[in-house]
């Protein structure tokens, strides 16, 4: 039987094995999915187990997807620009270290038909999320990206890595088409800092449980359109188990259901 797992720390949130459980028993798959929470010192071990083909793929979610980085054989381009990990799988006899929150973001407003070609975009955050938003972003077409975070220094080492993007001070509000709350504010209920005076634009928060943060409410009751990473989340584990499977899993309504 084949193992997969999700590791983290913490990692009790996840949602990824109830997702990925889903789709091996939808396909028919000898295979489980297994959250593991990992100490920084535990990786290298952790991940020579795929070496040894005892397991068969690793999904790297909070603090290690950067950390992983030095025990891989080969990187994506995806990670090359972001410097993040998400999934990890043998090819031949070498360890590969992708990163499909670039795709799921992408695939995300897609399914949601949000278009970002031609369009300006503020992002809100520079935690581990942000170079994978920002470098979709720029595949996209996004013509203008702004980014602003409570602590400039972090905004700036970003901007190291996409020289196109503008800072902008915290609480600066810029003219723009979609705003996107890469924050961890909202996740227990409480509210940015920020007043958005503004309609028909789009509002896209990161933060899918719960479903509708202070920042999507006030954004919608002022006439704007807003979204969740619900399906940014679903299309980053569809592409991972796309690459361990060989499959392409289903996203319906069952599927969403996960999520709460
Ligand atoms: P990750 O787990 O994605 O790496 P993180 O590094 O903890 O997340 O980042 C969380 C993000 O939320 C950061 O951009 C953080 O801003 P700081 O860099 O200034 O800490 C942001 N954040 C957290 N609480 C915030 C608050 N009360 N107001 C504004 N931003 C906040």
């Known amino acids: 039987m084949k193992k997969f797992f999700v590791i983290g720390n ?8 109830e997702l990925h459980n889903f789709w091996l028993k939808k396909n028919n ?6 959250k593991k929470k990992l100490e920084e010192t535990e990786l290298k071990n952790f991940i020579d187990n795929l070496r040894n083909d005892k397991i068969h793929g690793i999904n790297v979610t909070v603090p290690f997807k950067n950390k992983v980085i030095k025990y891989l054989d080969k990187l994506s381009l995806e990670v090359e620009k972001t410097d993040s990990v998400n ?5 031949g006899n070498e360890i590969i270290g992708h990163n499909t929150d670039v795709a799921g973001f992408e695939l995300g407003l897609r399914h949601s038909k949000i278009s970002v070609l031609h369009k300006s975009a503020l992002i809100l955050g520079a935690g581990g999320v942000v170079p994978s938003i920002v470098y979709s972003l720029l595949g996209m077409g996004c013509k ?5 975070n409570r602590t400039i220094e972090k905004a700036e080492n970003i901007k190291k890595k996409f020289n196109e ?3 902008l001070k915290w609480g600066e509000i810029p003219d723009f088409d979609i705003v996107i709350n890469a924050t961890s504010v909202g996740l ?6 920020l007043e958005f005076n503004v309609k028909d634009k789009i509002f ?3 933060i899918y449980n719960p479903k509708e943060t202070q920042f999507l409410i006030k954004a919608k009751q002022k006439g704007n359109k807003i979204e969740n990473g619900r399906f940014m989340f679903v299309y980053q584990a569809n592409q991972s188990f796309s690459i361990w499977n060989n499959v392409i899993p289903k996203i319906d309504d069952e599927v969403l259901k996960i999520l709460g």
């Open 87 to 91: 999934t990890i799988y043998k090819n």
């Open 165 to 167: 993007i503008e800072i």
């Open 29 to 34: 798959i000898n295979a489980v999915y297994e």
């Open 188 to 193: 227990k209920g409480d509210s940015l800092d």
């Open 204 to 206: 896209y928060d990161v």
């Open 144 to 148: 203008k990206i702004f980014l602003s």
């Open 10 to 17: 913490p990692i009790s949130h996840s949602l990824s094995p």
